[in-house]
């Protein structure tokens, strides 16, 4: 095998979830450097397409999609190999975060929410995709978004969201493992704290200050420092990395 610097993406058919999002547009942007063509995908037509249009490159489009939605996968995958031209990564990035006070504030509506969004549409939509990858039998990156609260288990009123990123760094790894075969990997990002509508949402001052503390690398992350990551994983360089979680969290925890 020669030795290339590049990601080895260009041409390539990308999907992105959460894409309107704080990482979701930072990763975009970044597939969109790398040669690849973007489908973004997000709940609201005009914030996909505002961003798809100040994208590097061309053949890029702007989907909305409620992924809740289980039964419009099958359709946004095959929109996805027709419109791209093939289906080569998925990085699923659409997640919620209810932040509650405490346990006994966490509704049976918050547990449903989050798990919709964050574990089982990323399940059904993973699978879409591989079965994808696989009748293509070119190969494919999976690419799951969890949290540090996988390993913490949350604070308690954030304990829903964690047990949601639990399930996908589990799932991860099941995925992995029946994808193998195919020369599909699948594999996590799990970010610490990341300047984004979501970390900041009812965050008081004092505790983001403590979070600055708490990492030994000092700062919050911009969402800008998770792309490198990601495109790690979908690009040649990561060919033989599977059911991994990269702990993109500036030392906040060390695993
Ligand atoms: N920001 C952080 O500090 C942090 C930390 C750990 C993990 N993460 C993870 O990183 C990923 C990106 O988070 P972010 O910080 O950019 O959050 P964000 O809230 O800025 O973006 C999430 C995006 O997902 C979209 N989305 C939500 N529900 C959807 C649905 N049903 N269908 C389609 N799209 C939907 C939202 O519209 C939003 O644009 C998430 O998986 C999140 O759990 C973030």
Redesign the pocket.
């Known amino acids: 095998m020669g030795w290339s610097v590049g990601a080895g993406l260009e041409g390539k058919g990308v999907i992105v979830?959460?894409?309107?999002?704080?990482?979701?547009r930072a990763v975009t942007e970044a597939f969109a450097t790398t040669g690849a063509r973007v489908m973004a995908?997000?709940?609201?037509q005009a914030r996909v397409d505002e961003m798809v249009a100040g994208l590097e490159g061309s053949g890029h489009v702007g989907v909305a999609?409620?992924?809740?939605d289980i039964g419009s996968h099958a359709a946004l995958v095959a929109r996805a190999r027709e419109e791209l031209g093939n289906l080569y990564v998925l990085a699923n990035?659409?997640?919620?975060?209810r932040r509650r006070g405490s346990l006994d504030e966490v509704t049976e509506e918050d547990w449903d929410f989050q798990h919709d969004?964050?574990l089982k549409?990323a399940f059904f939509l993973a699978r879409t995709a591989g079965d994808a990858m696989i009748e293509q039998g070119q190969g494919g990156r999976i690419i799951l978004?969890?949290?540090?609260g996988w390993w913490t288990g949350g604070f308690g009123g954030s304990v829903a969201y964690a047990a949601t990123?639990g399930g996908v760094t589990s799932m991860c790894r099941g995925l992995a493992r029946t994808f193998g075969a195919h020369q599909i990997t699948v594999n996590c990002v799990?970010?610490?704290?990341?300047n984004?509508?979501?970390?900041l949402t009812g965050l008081s001052p004092e505790v983001y200050e403590g979070m600055k503390k708490q990492t030994p690398l000092g700062y919050v992350a911009e969402?800008a420092e998770?792309a490198g990551p990601v495109v790690f994983l979908a690009s040649d360089h990561a060919k033989y990395i599977t059911g991994s979680t990269i702990n993109a969290s500036g030392g906040f925890l060390m695993y």
């Open positions: 979830t959460g894409a309107a999002g704080g990482i979701g995908v997000d709940v609201d999609a409620d992924l809740r990035l659409a997640a919620v975060l969004v964050n549409a978004f969890s949290s540090q990123k799990s970010p610490g704290q990341v984004t509508p979501m970390l969402p998770m």
